[in-house]
């Protein structure tokens, strides 16, 4: 069984900062990637930035220079910087972990860009 536990989403301006993280624990012994996606109100869930075991990585375009993904591989923590926050990045934001050929999420945890 794979658990995968979120924090760091909240309230904040634009042009602000957040750092979300996710810890995974459980049955986790060949973790193949580690990302996070988002789904705004009626839209679909989207990549927002994932990186593999080997450390390549792939944003949206629409963050790209605005957020970065680290992982802290001993731990089986991956985080996101968000810099630079606009409205449109309104979304819940959900951890995710490729792992033998399966995806895994986590719950989720609302980002809200707000003035």
């Known amino acids: 069984q794979v658990q995968l536990v979120e924090s760091g989403g909240g309230l904040v301006q634009p042009g602000g900062s957040l750092r979300l993280s996710c810890a995974a624990s459980?049955?986790?012994?060949?973790?193949?990637?580690m990302g996070w996606y988002r789904q705004a109100p009626g839209k679909q869930r989207d990549l927002v930035a994932r990186?593999?075991?080997?450390?390549?990585?792939n944003y949206a375009d629409s963050v790209k220079g605005r957020f970065t993904i680290s992982r802290d591989n001993a731990n089986n923590t991956v985080y996101l910087q968000m810099n630079t926050l606009k409205p449109e990045d309104t979304a819940v934001y959900y951890c995710?972990?490729?792992?033998?050929?399966?995806?895994?999420w986590g719950q989720g945890t609302q980002v809200t860009v707000s003035s």
């Open positions: 995710s972990l490729l792992l033998a050929g399966r995806v895994y």
């Open positions: 459980g049955s986790i012994a060949s973790i193949n990637r």
């Open positions: 990186r593999t075991v080997g450390g390549t990585t």
